[in-house]
């Protein structure tokens, strides 16, 4: 039963985790055709463009299932955009992996340097609008797959608890707000891509304890969103085997 589990192809169990996940947030949020568009045609361009690119690159023709998932997330992340900008982020997102390499291996996480460029370039900040039902729990699943549960729940926990402390301290009220869709979203999807992440389980939970600490520790001085800028820090730190 258990190693029937596991031959489950991670890719494809994430891609209908976040289908399922995109779709419940619209019927939650109400139809919005700008949400909608965006959940087609940006995974529809980062799919033609990776398989595009491998196919000059190798010759080889195959299903492009890591360039679909950074196009869902980056639909699900970014907020309302215009088809142009849905456009040039995805290429952005899907050609960076292929040219910004060091020793043959990507820098950084695909989705977030997407989402980093549009808010940099179009000054269109992260919504994060489609994690707003327990779909997201279906992640957990797919974290367990890929080996990267335990970075998922650490720095989730962790993340949890450095809010509910500084929540503590500042109005002498303990409120343990263990239910974040979003912050889920984040830890069990962004923060576990499976190549810009630590693969032992004790540089798993090293990355999660630094990055859910980072995040909190500059929050403090900035209300600007951090979470993509430190993910993209902790993937150099991942690279350049800070963090193994």
Do not use: C
Request: charged share 10%; aromatic share 14%; hydrophobic share 60%.
């Amino acid at each position: 039963m258990l190693e029937s589990i596991r031959r489950v192809d991670s890719y494809y169990y994430t891609i209908f985790a976040l289908i399922v996940t995109a779709v419940s947030a619209v019927f939650f949020l109400g139809f919005a055709s700008s949400f909608v568009i965006q959940l087609v045609l940006v995974p529809l361009v980062a799919g033609i463009a990776d398989f595009v690119v491998k196919k000059i690159k190798s010759g080889k023709t195959k299903f492009p299932k890591d360039a679909i998932i950074t196009g869902l997330i980056l639909a699900m992340v970014m907020s309302p955009s215009p088809v142009y900008v849905q456009i040039i982020v995805s290429l952005v997102a899907i050609l960076h992996k292929h040219i910004i390499k060091i020793e043959n291996r990507k820098l950084f996480n695909p989705a977030a340097f997407g989402l980093l460029f549009a808010w940099i370039v179009f000054n269109s900040p992260p919504a994060w609008w489609a994690f707003v039902t327990p779909a997201v729990f279906l992640f957990l699943f797919s974290d367990y797959l890929i080996g990267r549960l335990p970075l998922a729940v650490t720095f989730y926990l962790l993340s949890v608890a450095l809010i509910s402390v500084s929540s503590f301290v500042t109005s002498s009220e303990l409120s343990l707000n263990l239910i974040s869709y979003p912050l889920l979203f984040f830890a069990s999807v962004m923060v576990v891509e499976p190549k810009t992440s630590a693969i032992t389980t004790k540089g798993m939970v090293l990355e999660g304890i630094l990055l859910a600490a980072t995040i909190f520790a500059v929050q403090q001085f900035t209300s600007i969103d951090m979470f993509i800028p430190m993910l993209l820090l902790m993937n150099l730190f991942v690279h350049f085997r800070i963090i193994k």
